[in-house]
């Protein structure tokens, strides 16, 4: 059975930093590359960064670069979006995915507001 389990989101304030993980299980993890979506209110979902096998490499959304990193773990079977310099239009329901697989998280809110 697959899974995407992401780790709770909360509230922060502006300019503040939060981390979520993603745990995956019952697929080959290494195998696909992995991306982080989010959805804020009234508005498509988007892309906010993905990550090839092998950390080969990355690709960020124009809005959150230089401020997000995602990075894996290959040997835990986690993906992980560390997110600095929070503003509040990042507030949204931020999901981890395996694309090619169409694969989703349950969803974690994140709220970025002072």
């Known amino acids: 059975q697959v899974q995407l389990v992401e780790s709770r989101g909360g509230l922060v304030q502006p300019g503040g930093s939060l981390r979520l993980s993603c745990a995956a299980s019952?697929?080959?993890?290494?195998?696909?590359?992995m991306s982080w979506y989010r959805q804020a209110p009234g508005r498509e979902r988007e892309l906010v960064a993905q990550?090839?096998?092998?950390?080969?490499?990355?690709n960020y959304a124009n809005s959150v670069k230089g401020r997000f990193t995602i990075s894996r773990d290959d040997e835990q079977n986690t993906v992980s979006l560390q997110m600095n310099n929070l503003k509040p239009e990042d507030t949204a329901v931020y999901y981890c995915?395996?694309?090619?697989?169409?694969?989703w998280g349950q969803g974690t809110q994140v709220t970025v507001s002072s």
């Open positions: 995915a395996a694309p090619s697989l169409r694969y």
């Open positions: 019952g697929f080959t993890f290494s195998n696909y590359g």
């Open positions: 990550i090839t096998r092998f950390s080969y490499s990355t």
